[in-house]
């Protein structure tokens, strides 16, 4: 019967981790073949990349809105809103002051008077020196600019207006293509009161 002589004095390459004249470390032996220790860094430095790729993204984001490049969107409010007393079941005009403090332009595409038949933007155009109105599909509110609605310029005219009371106010939806709808409350006035 023969002996197993794996197990005594003689030092064995592929049970020793001792490090001495036959054998090597195995954490040694793993960095020279590439193994664990080199492909944890490789793994960090390819993480890295596109961590830094963000961060200099973001920063110049950063500066480019701090420098003032970047353009507020459109925003509008409306005051001053007015709709005219009608004389019996006449047709009346609204009026409004509408400020954009945005740095893009925006539009008035619509207005919405409850029960009324119906609204057009128009506008009073004076040719050869008699006055005509000019049904407008929309209007253009100017980036950081005031729209003003008279009854000698612009002004929404309301068709079929509801039964409506001196110095009441009436619910007006205004619309935008960039601002979306806008509600306002018109006092109802007379012609020539302050409506010019």
């Known amino acids: 019967m023969k002996k197993d002589h794996s197990s005594d004095g003689r030092r064995d390459g592929r049970t020793d981790t001792g490090g001495g ?15 664990p220790a080199t492909g944890l860094a490789g793994v960090a430095r390819a993480a890295l990349v596109p961590l830094l790729a963000a961060a200099v993204t973001l920063g110049g984001l950063g500066a480019w809105t701090l420098s003032g490049a970047a353009a507020r969107p459109a925003t509008v409010t409306v ?30 595409v619509d207005v ?15 040719e050869r020196g008699a006055g005509s109105m000019r049904m407008l599909t929309s209007v253009p509110v100017p980036a950081g600019g005031t729209l003003e609605m ?24 205004l619309r935008f293509r960039e601002s979306g709808a806008v509600r306002v409350e018109a006092l109802v006035v007379r012609a020539g009161s302050g409506a010019g």
């Open 21 to 35: 004249a036959g054998g090597t470390p195995m954490g040694a032996a793993a960095a020279r073949a590439g193994g």
């Open 79 to 108: 005051d001053d809103a007015r709709i005219l007393l009608p004389f019996g079941a006449d047709d009346t005009a609204a009026f409004f002051r509408i400020r954009n403090t945005g740095d893009v332009a925006d539009e008035l």
């Open 112 to 126: 919405d008077v409850p029960d009324a038949g119906g609204t057009m933007l128009s506008r009073t155009v004076v």
């Open 150 to 173: 008279s009854p000698h310029g612009l002004d929404v005219m309301v068709v079929r207006p509801p039964r409506l009371r001196l110095g009441e106010r009436l619910p007006v939806t």
